[in-house]
């Protein structure tokens, strides 16, 4: 029988190593696993590269992480917040390294990286300074630039619905890197509002089918980023 | 200051680009004077509003207390989904801008320069943060590039410029340029005027601008 259910967030980030390339999926609050991150700041691994759209706000969730001192180097689009002062202190002092990279190049270096293709050419930032370096090639008279796909060992992804499969539907624009980090990472793991059982969710609406997942934890009532904040809270 | 009265306000900018967004197009709008665009749309248009981070049919903000911390906008504010409206993922929703589908983008701009490049990510100083989010992906991909933006910089400096001196977002993207002063297409020559704001005189705008204008027919 397959059973990818875990019992707690604390069991279902355990193995996470020193050095390990972790996908966080979330775009600002949306979507973001705070219930994951912050099981991970209890598991005390360090030196993590991180990917996100963003570096988190306040001192919750992945700015935590990153308060915490655990992430020596982020991969991201935005790592800028009106709220926090984390990331770019860390990144000041040289603790955390940067690898800015354009949104949408972000993202289909994921998709490319969950699906088997090690690098391909984009158009995306052809004569700026995120082109510099790149190999560049000309296609029917345009130029593109060679970026390559994105593998992690561990994603951690927010869902509204998921079964002992590993079968996942998002909530809204939730939903963002969510599918495609799932399809990166040799260990995806999914925090879902709930674990329903095999066969309740339509295969039609399945969005992530549970072949990219290897674990699933209920965590029924999952905060929102806003409302820590607003609350004043700052993990641990 | 007094300056600052001639021409048009944020809102006429915003006024005078929707009147060029068409009807049945999928566009997608900057974060700040583009975003207000959407209030300006004339009657009888329908418009499918994209935004990156994963839905098309984007809608107004939610009433006071009805918003979703999971539906929101690429600036991360609470918005709405229209009827008809569809979530999806990342790699999807630059596919989308990536590959050509979406009609119109507006942007703000740092510097515009004659040969079309666009600035609007970086001022590069040494101390800030860099951080640059979609713009990248959405000049390369959109079918037209619209950019609104103050002539001038609050210190008077010209962003209409000969070349930009501010770190590139893309390499001949933008297509039209609607100012507080003007709307000036690119063109192959540089910047064509298409229309100067009410009270603005053709010496008046190229004074403020760092580059040649091409006058108005």
Redesign the interface.
């Known amino acids: 029988m397959i059973n990818k259910q875990v019992a707690s967030v604390a069991e279902a980030v355990a193995d996470v190593f020193d050095g390990a390339t972790v996908m966080i999926g979330g775009?600002?609050?949306?979507?973001s696993p705070i219930e994951l991150i912050h099981a991970l700041i209890d598991q005390g691994a360090t030196d993590l590269t991180v990917v996100n759209?963003n570096t988190g706000s306040g001192e919750v969730g992945l700015a935590a992480l990153i308060k915490a001192g655990r992430v020596s180097k982020m991969i991201c689009?935005?790592?800028?917040s009106t709220n926090s002062t984390v990331?770019?202190d860390k990144?000041?002092s040289g603790h955390t390294a940067?690898e800015?990279?354009?949104?949408?190049?972000?993202?289909?270096r994921?998709?490319a990286g969950g699906a088997g293709i090690p690098a391909f050419y984009?158009?995306?930032?052809?004569?700026?300074?995120?082109g510099e370096g790149l190999e560049r090639r000309t296609f029917d008279g345009r130029d593109y630039l060679l970026v390559h796909g994105l593998t992690a060992d561990f994603a951690f992804i927010r869902a509204r619905a998921a079964d002992r499969h590993g079968n996942v539907v998002?909530?809204?624009?939730?939903?963002?890197?969510?599918?495609?980090m799932a399809m990166a990472a040799r260990t995806t793991i999914v925090q879902a509002t709930a674990v329903v059982d095999v066969g309740e969710l339509d295969p039609e609406i399945i969005?992530t089918p549970g072949i990219f997942v290897q674990r699933v934890v209920e965590v029924a009532d999952p905060a929102?980023?806003?409302?820590l904040i607003a609350a004043g809270v700052s993990y641990p | 200051m007094s300056e600052r009265h001639v021409g048009l306000t944020r809102d006429e900018m915003a006024q005078r680009c929707a009147l060029d967004i068409p009807d049945g197009a999928y566009v997608n709008l900057g974060i700040g004077i583009p975003e207000r665009v959407a209030a300006f749309l004339p009657a009888g248009r329908e418009v499918i509003y994209h935004t990156e981070n994963g839905l098309l049919g984007m809608g107004p903000p939610p009433r006071p207390g009805a918003g979703d911390p999971e539906l929101i906008n690429a600036g991360k504010q609470q918005v709405t989904a229209n009827p008809g409206a569809a979530y999806f993922h990342h790699a999807d929703s630059f596919a989308m801008i990536r590959g050509g589908h979406l009609d119109v983008c507006v942007l703000g701009a740092l510097q515009v320069a004659q040969s079309g490049d666009l600035a609007n990510w970086s001022t590069g100083a040494p101390d800030a943060i860099p951080a640059v989010g979609g713009a990248m992906d959405l000049v390369a991909g959109v079918k037209t590039v619209y950019v609104i933006t103050q002539h001038t910089t609050r210190d008077g400096e010209a962003k209409l410029v000969e070349s930009c001196t501010y770190p590139l977002t893309g390499l001949g993207v933008v297509d039209r340029i609607y100012t507080d002063l003007a709307v000036i297409d690119v063109v192959d020559g540089g910047f064509q005027v298409v229309e100067l704001s009410p009270g603005v005189s053709f010496a008046y705008a190229q004074e403020r601008t760092a580059a040649e204008l091409i006058p108005h027919e």
């Open positions: 775009f600002g609050e949306a979507g759209n689009s935005y790592p800028r990331f770019p990144y000041r940067l800015l990279v354009p949104q949408g190049t972000l993202a289909e994921i998709r984009t158009p995306t930032a052809v004569g700026t300074p995120l998002y909530s809204k624009t939730a939903r963002n890197y969510g599918p495609v969005v929102h980023e806003s409302e």
